[in-house]
């Protein structure tokens, strides 16, 4: 696989300082023509996850919240089983709440007061006790989200765009619904038009995030330079918690960390449907990879950003 291979988004790969891959290729809207451009924002899908426990770290940083808080201290409606639940674990998907499949009662497509939607969540026993296994969790992190809003007193959507991307200078970026943004691309299964998920309250935290690629490259070199988080809660982000049971790969907060491309890094894939995307920073060498596309059929795996960063 090449970046010749993405027929629909972008692919841009980095060096150091240097740009060595920038393609854009197809549609961003079919119906209209609109191809796919520097302007183009895509979904990122469960990437949204880095910012979602960057704005934790953010707020744990000026004390407003702390990562060992129960999650019912931030989020009301909580049963009595997620009493021992607290944020780290959210952070980590060692909560035992369940990811999607688990809930066969929350339409992702459908908007849903939030109260009733962390009923939902409710109503599905946790997995195993906190902290003894590992079971990736969108839920858990749309409870995140909440607990962001209820210490930093603001919509989430607000803190991420204030204190999150304005920093990095994403012009292009943000959280919740395309409805009524310019240069957003339309999601694909294949040829087939897709609607969006629910971003403003099902995804919410969990893969809400709208960016261009150009966006998710600062992003990226926000990491590299410690830009946002100060070196000790960046390393605490980085660091692998939890093991995933993928070879050498743990989970921080809201990244995978292990080897690609035979080098250590920090990276999380998306999908969403209609939408798909990669994003890794290899700190050893100081490459970073993100591949974004409104085609949820393209193969995103470790195996093909691996050839991506070994052909190129």
């Not at 407003?64 to 780290?88: Q, Y």
């Not at 070196?231 to 292990?258: D, E, N």
Request: glycine fraction near 10%; proline fraction near 7%.
């Amino acid at each position: 696989m090449s970046t010749s291979s993405v027929t629909r988004g972008a692919v841009l790969l980095a060096e150091g300082d240097r740009l060595v891959v920038t393609r854009y290729a197809g549609l961003a809207d079919a119906a209209s023509g609109e191809p796919s451009s520097a302007r183009t924002r895509f979904q990122i899908a469960s990437i949204s996850k880095n910012m979602t426990a960057t704005a934790v770290l953010l707020l744990a940083g000026r004390g407003a919240l702390d990562v060992t808080d129960p999650v019912d201290r931030w989020v009301p409606g909580c049963p009595p089983a997620w009493r021992s639940i607290t944020l780290h674990h959210l952070l980590t998907h060692t909560s035992g709440l369940g990811h999607w499949e688990d809930h066969p009662g929350v339409d992702l497509a459908a908007p849903a007061d939030p109260d009733d939607l962390v009923a939902a969540f409710a109503a599905v026993p946790p997995l195993f006790a906190p902290g003894t296994a590992w079971r990736y969790s969108s839920p858990g992190y749309v409870l995140l989200a909440r607990a962001v809003e209820r210490a930093a007193d603001r919509p989430y959507r607000e803190f991420l765009a204030e204190e999150v991307f304005a920093p990095h200078g994403m012009t292009g970026s943000f959280a919740g619904s395309g409805a009524g943004h310019d240069d957003v691309a339309v999601g694909h299964s294949g040829d087939r038009p897709v609607p969006s998920w629910d971003l403003d309250t099902v995804s919410m935290g969990t893969g809400d995030v709208w960016c261009t690629a150009g966006d998710l490259l600062a992003w990226l070199d926000g990491w590299r330079d410690a830009r946002l988080l100060d070196p000790a809660l960046l390393a605490r982000m980085t660091t692998a918690h939890a093991p995933t049971g993928s070879a050498a790969t743990g989970y921080g907060y809201g990244c995978f960390v292990g080897p690609l491309a035979g080098e250590r890094a920090v990276h999380h894939s998306g999908h969403n449907a209609g939408f798909k995307a990669f994003a890794a920073w290899l700190p050893d060498s100081g490459r970073r990879l993100v591949l974004l596309t409104n085609d949820d059929e393209y193969p995103v795996d470790s195996a093909g950003m691996e050839r991506l960063l070994t052909t190129d």
